[in-house]
C-alpha cells in the first residue's frame, strides 16, 4: 500500500520565491528521504532525516519531520528555473533500505 | 552522471517478444533495486538483490525475470509483457541494506509495449 503521500500534486510558482511541499505516511518509519526528479529521468537523492531527528538542511534545501503526525515538508528556498522537477518523499519503515515512494510533486519555478 | 547506467533508454516491443534491459553501477556498491514508474502512480520496487542474491521480489508477475550475475549488473528479462506493462523501469543501487544508506538512480528505460 502506499505509503507516502505529497502535497500539493503540482505547485508553480515564480523564480525567487520560497516553495513548500509535504508528505504524510502511514506507518512508524527509520528513515524518510526526498528526491528529486527530471522529466523522465532518474531520481536523484536530496536529503535523508532519521527518526530521531526533527530538522535538516543542506544548502537552499531545509526538511522538517513530525513524526507524531507522520509528516515531513521540504523547503526550497530562493528557487530557480532549474529546480522545476519532481520531489517525492520516500520512507524505509524496516531499515532495511525498501522504500516505498509517494506519487509526488510537481514544482514548476518560472521566470 | 550518478554511476549507474541503463541500456536501452527507449524500448518499444511487442507482446510477443522477449527483451532485457540491463543495469550497471560504477559506484563499487553491493545492493541493486528495479523500480517500475508508471504515469500518476508511485514508484513501485519490484525486485532487490544484495550481494547478488534476490532479496525481495514484490509479487511480480513471472513474465518479469531478473538476474544479478555479480555486484555490477543487473538484468530485467521481459517476454510476453502486455501494453499495462508500459512504463518507466528504473535501476538503482545502494552501498548495502542497511537503512540510511542513498540509493542512486540510473535514468531508467522507457518500455512501451504494443
Known amino acids: 500500500s502506499q505509503q507516502g503521500e505529497e502535497d500539493p500534486q503540482a505547485l508553480s510558482i515564480q523564480e525567487g520565491e520560497n516553495a513548500t511541499m509535504n508528505c504524510s505516511y502511514k506507518t512508524s518509519i527509520n528513515n524518510l528521504q526526498w528526491y528529486r526528479q527530471n522529466s523522465g529521468r532518474g531520481l536523484v537523492h536530496l536529503i535523508l532525516i532519521r527518526s530521531n531527528e526533527r530538522e535538516k538542511h543542506s544548502g537552499r534545501l531545509r526538511v522538517t519531520l513530525d513524526t507524531s503526525k507522520k509528516s515531513s515538508s521540504l523547503l526550497i528556498t530562493a528557487s530557480r528555473a532549474a529546480d522545476t522537477a519532481s520531489y517525492f518523499c520516500?520512507?524505509?519503515?524496516?531499515?532495511?533500505?525498501?522504500?516505498?515512494f509517494g506519487t509526488g510533486t510537481q514544482l514548476k519555478v518560472e521566470l | 552522471e550518478t554511476g549507474v547506467t541503463q541500456t536501452p533508454r527507449h524500448l518499444v516491443m511487442g507482446m510477443t517478444n522477449k527483451k532485457s534491459l540491463k543495469c550497471e553501477q560504477h559506484l563499487g556498491h553491493n545492493a541493486m533495486y528495479w523500480y517500475k514508474q508508471s504515469a500518476k502512480k508511485p514508484l513501485e520496487l519490484m525486485f532487490v538483490y544484495s550481494l547478488e542474491e534476490r532479496v525481495e521480489n514484490n509479487s511480480v508477475p513471472s513474465r518479469f525475470s531478473p538476474e544479478c550475475p555479480n555486484s555490477s549488473h543487473l538484468f530485467l528479462h521481459l517476454h510476453t509483457l502486455q501494453p499495462e506493462d508500459s512504463a518507466l523501469y528504473l535501476c538503482?543501487?545502494?552501498?548495502?541494506?542497511?537503512?540510511?544508506?542513498?540509493?542512486?538512480f540510473g535514468p531508467g528505460t522507457r518500455l512501451t509495449v504494443l
Open positions: 538503482a543501487s545502494s552501498q548495502d541494506m542497511k537503512g540510511r544508506d542513498t540509493q542512486y
Open positions: 520516500a520512507t524505509d519503515p524496516g531499515g532495511g533500505n525498501k522504500l516505498t
